[in-house]
């Protein structure tokens, strides 16, 4: 098989393009694995979207580019719309045109974030955020192109080895302060990008997978409860973690309360969702400290 990684200069998409490498995609059977920066290939530039599949002509093409700055697109929602909502639209096209298969990544900020029960992948939407209406309008271009091959991947609260993320930091404040304090009323599941990557080339591999997953940790926590761990496993006192709330750190878009994703569909199909998020946090301290 051959992939294409649009956005693989990112903290999802490095270990995308590296779980590929590991796991041995470019084999004898002529396989391949191509990772593509922004500098490399712009995915709002439709000529240049076209010219990446005829040089490469990818089976499954993974999209882990977008505009990431939740913050900022409450500002710059049409910049925001731009990479998020058109650029997977160009993605799907080209993908209609030429038969691959697309797994677009998106998010769980596309829910309103009060719910009380995990989010099925198809309960109703209803995006809080600017950030969240250009992620849904990805969504839907992605499964509006491709309805019979689309792959729409929610994640959420992703840490990783390459990149600014929470638990980064949290290993370094732990180093620079005595005490912190950290939200303790947003509830959502923490998730290490290697198992996400992990999760999208299974489902690459399976032809069947297409429609809406949802690719966390199983469990669920709250920001303190993570920052808690991540102290936990660095030999540190975790109640050195002060329990606060959100009003407290007031933020342009605003946080969802509530965002843990259900992961039923992958059942359906056999598979297996991610593990809890305390094992692959344990895991992650290998790569990360
Ligand atoms: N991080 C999270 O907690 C989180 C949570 C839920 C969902 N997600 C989703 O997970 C996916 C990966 O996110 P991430 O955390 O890996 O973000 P990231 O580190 O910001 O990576 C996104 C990558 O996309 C690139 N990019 C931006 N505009 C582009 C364009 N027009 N064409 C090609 N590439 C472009 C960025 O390049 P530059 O840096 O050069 O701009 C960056 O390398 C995204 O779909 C995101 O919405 C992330």
Known sequence: MRWLVTGAGGMLGRDVVARLRAVGTADADGGAVVGLTRADLDITDAAAVAKAM????????????????????????????????????????????????LLHVSTDYVFAGDGTRPYAEDDPTGPLTAYGRTKLAGEQAVLAALPESGTVVRTAWLYGEHGANF???????????????????????????????????????????????????????????????????????????????????????????????????????????????????????????
């Open 54 to 101: 005829a040089d490469h002509a990818p089976d499954v093409v993974v999209n882990c580019a977008a505009y990431t700055a939740v913050d900022d697109a409450e500002e710059h929602e049409d910049a925001a719309h731009a990479i998020n909502g058109e650029g997977p639209r160009v993605l799907a096209q080209a993908c209609a045109e030429r038969g691959g298969r």
């Open 167 to 289: 638990v980064r930091t949290m290993i370094r404040l732990e180093g620079e302060r005595d005490t912190l304090e950290v939200v303790d009323d947003q509830r959502g599941q923490p998730t290490w990008t290697a198992d996400v990557a992990e999760a999208l080339v299974a489902l690459g591999a399976r032809p069947d997978a297409h429609g809406v997953f949802h690719a966390t940790s199983a469990g669920e926590a709250t920001w303190c409860d993570l920052a808690r761990e991540v102290f936990r496993l660095l030999g540190a006192d975790p109640e050195r973690v002060r329990p606060t709330t959100t009003d407290k750190f007031p933020r342009p878009a605003p946080r969802p309360a509530y965002s843990v994703l259900g992961h039923d569909r992958w059942a359906e199909l056999g598979m297996r969702p991610i593990r809890p998020w305390r094992d692959a946090l344990r895991e992650a301290f290998a790569v990360m400290t």
